[in-house]
């Protein structure tokens, strides 16, 4: 059966995960296949609110089996510790899985993540300093540890020993920092690998047995196009491959099991950590944005920069995933506002554009150029049903609709689970149900 894809189009923290719970609740598989616990996707039901961020967010539904794909880095700390979490809320954790294939986060790429950015001082990136960057250094450069590395215990040690040889000559000469110690990572990794044994599989094999015994199967992005390795506003981007094209090389499958792509797209747009952004605001409606939209990291708590919904970007973004359709969610956030800008094109360099540059670098200013929507200035987060929206409401709807050429299938109008407008029912339950 051909699977669908949910996939981030701004930078990051859209409600993909609110997204892919609901969504998963008629599906066999949900799948992880890039990124790591740099992510926090959150999920709110009857007052119990979970912040996955390694483990797929189809965990919620007893029988959908969640698989951390051979794409993502996972640091083992961090994945057993959220298995727990579940578990103390009395989640069935039975069914997570984690590809071979994964990459391992050790304690030195945390601490490299993190030496790193100290030393680039104001050229850092704002990364969340989990060690995501160095991971994934090591996978390109060949000297990675991957989860089926804590089956065969020689293996790792062999490994862990020159990785941690390589290490402490750059932590200390380089970062003029204290080396790390070889004893306590391997005894602290041998306690994992015997936790993790039963649940460490042959994803690629998995997925495809899944896809010929016609499952249905989720793919779930984490971060987002704009902060795609190649296609975001480079370098101030994570370092996988978050969009669409990321699935395939990141769980082992061919584009032609792909049917559905869908984009996740906020009411208008944040960001965490450095980089351009061409609509933040930096005046009051941005406390009036965050505090209303709670817009703080799920991962690292930091305030998250808020600005205008950016069509130029959105298109761009819907244009290198192949966005089929679209989720907004947020819609809720922007209720008392009086004007609601939408940004249609940009200045750059002394021109307007309308493109998404691929060339913005530190000392440029990127301006957006807005159209103003009247706001609705009325509460939305309980109407369920599309025709009960406030006029101005539906016109800010339409107007992307038609800017984008696309549908929109459901609009979020709150965190809970079924705080929802679905704008289409008959193309929703066709996808999903
Ligand atoms: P993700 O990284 O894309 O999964 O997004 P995060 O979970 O990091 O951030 C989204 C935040 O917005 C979370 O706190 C969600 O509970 C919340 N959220 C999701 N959808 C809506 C919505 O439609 N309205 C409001 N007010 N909050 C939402
Ligand atoms: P989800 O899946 C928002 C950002 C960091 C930083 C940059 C690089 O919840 O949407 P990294 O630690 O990846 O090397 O940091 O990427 N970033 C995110 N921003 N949501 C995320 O994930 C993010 N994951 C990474 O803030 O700017
Ligand atoms: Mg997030």
């Known amino acids: 059966m051909p699977s669908n894809v949910i996939v981030g189009l701004q930078w990051g923290d859209e409600g993909k995960g609110k997204i892919t719970d609901l969504l998963s609740k008629n599906s066999d598989y949900v799948i992880r296949y890039q990124g790591g616990n740099n992510s926090g996707h959150s999920i709110h039901i009857n007052n119990r609110y979970f912040i996955l961020h390694l483990i797929p967010s189809g965990v919620i539904y007893p029988y959908v089996k969640c698989i951390v794909g051979p794409g993502v880095v996972i640091d083992p700390k961090c994945f057993i510790q959220e298995i727990k979490n579940l578990e103390s809320m009395k989640i069935n954790t039975s069914k997570i899985f984690l590809a071979k294939r994964a990459h391992l986060t050790m304690p030195y790429h945390r601490l490299l993540d993190q030496y790193k950015e100290e030393y680039l001082g104001k050229r850092s990136i704002g990364t969340t300093h989990r060690g995501i960057g160095p991971t994934y250094e090591d996978k390109i450069a060949r000297m990675g540890i991957r989860a089926l590395d804590l089956l065969n215990l020689k293996n790792f040690y062999k490994k862990l020993k020159w990785n941690i040889f390589f290490k402490n000559e750059i932590i200390t000469k380089v970062y003029k920092k204290n080396p790390i110690d070889f004893e306590s990572i391997y005894e602290e990794y041998i306690e994992y690998a015997k936790i993790l044994f039963d649940r460490i599989i042959d994803a690629v094999y998995e997925i495809h047995y899944a896809f010929y015994h016609e499952k249905k199967i989720l793919f779930e992005g984490a971060q987002a196009t704009l902060l795609d390795i190649n296609y975001g506003t480079y370098p101030y981007v994570t370092t996988s491959s978050a969009s669409t094209g990321g699935v395939c090389i990141g769980s082992g499958i061919p584009p032609n099991f792909l049917k559905n792509f869908i984009g996740v797209a906020k009411a208008y747009c944040t960001r965490v950590g450095f980089g351009p952004f061409p609509t933040e605001i930096k005046n009051g409606i941005c406390d009036i944005i965050r505090k209303k939209g709670n817009e703080y990291g799920s991962t690292t708590r930091r305030p998250r ?88 409401c539906k016109k800010y709807i339409r107007f992307i609709e038609n800017y984008l050429k696309l549908e929109i299938l459901l609009i979020s109008v709150g965190s809970e689970r079924n705080q929802n407008i679905i704008k289409n029912k008959f193309l929703f339950n066709n996808i999903f149900f």
């Open 305 to 392: 920069r808020c600005g205008w919904l950016d069509l130029i970007a959105l298109k761009y973004s819907c244009m290198i995933n192949g966005i089929n359709y679209l989720i907004f969610t947020k819609l809720d956030v922007l209720s008392e506002l009086e004007v609601i800008k939408v940004c249609i094109k940009y200045e750059f360099r002394g021109k307007i554009i309308k493109k998404f540059p691929a060339n913005i670098e530190e000392k440029d200013i990127i301006k957006g150029i807005y159209i103003d929507l009247p706001g609705w200035e009325q509460d939305i987060y309980n109407i369920n049903e599309y025709e009960n929206l406030p006029k101005n």
